[in-house]
């Protein structure tokens, strides 16, 4: 399983996935250019302490994503608000790779519609989105639920 942050914009919601992946032993990819700068360094201190201990792969855009993830089994996997599939009746796999917006605009509907499969988390009515961070954290938590995968 993998977390592919698309374009992001915040550095603490990097950072607070970074240290969410490294504790539960999940890659990262990072679909650029960020809304940061995103060197080593930076990528460690947005993650505080756990940053050097988090997988991360840096991609120069989405067509390089796409072909370095090309050949394998892996399942793209969009999270949107747009989605047609509910969190709760998606069904994930150990391959999947996570694909999330950005803070500030979502995904593109080329890259949205790209996915395998696209979910959306419920909120209640009137809402438009939840913070990055913590639908990366809902939607990974579900997943290694489902699949197991869960570190002890």
Not at 120 to 141: D, E, H, Q, Y
Request: aromatic letters at 8%; one cysteine or more.
């Amino acid at each position: 399983m993998r977390i592919a942050l698309y374009q992001p914009d915040i550095a603490g919601n990097v950072g607070t996935i970074l240290r969410l992946a490294a504790c539960w032993q999940v890659a990262v990819d990072i679909i650029l250019p960020c809304g940061f700068p995103a060197s080593d360094a930076q990528l460690r201190r947005a993650a505080m302490d756990y940053g050097g201990q988090a997988d991360v792969t840096r991609h120069a855009n989405f067509a390089s994503f796409e072909a370095a993830r090309l050949g394998g089994p892996a399942r793209l996997v969009a999270f949107t608000s747009t989605g047609d599939t509910r969190l709760t009746q998606a069904v994930f796999r150990p391959d999947d790779i996570f694909l999330m917006g950005q803070e500030s605009a979502g995904l593109p509907s080329t890259v949205r519609d790209s996915a395998d499969l696209r979910v959306r988390i419920p909120m209640a009515a009137g809402f438009r989105s939840l913070n990055l961070a913590v639908a990366t954290g809902i939607a990974l938590g579900e997943a290694l639920r489902q699949t197991g995968l869960f570190p002890e």
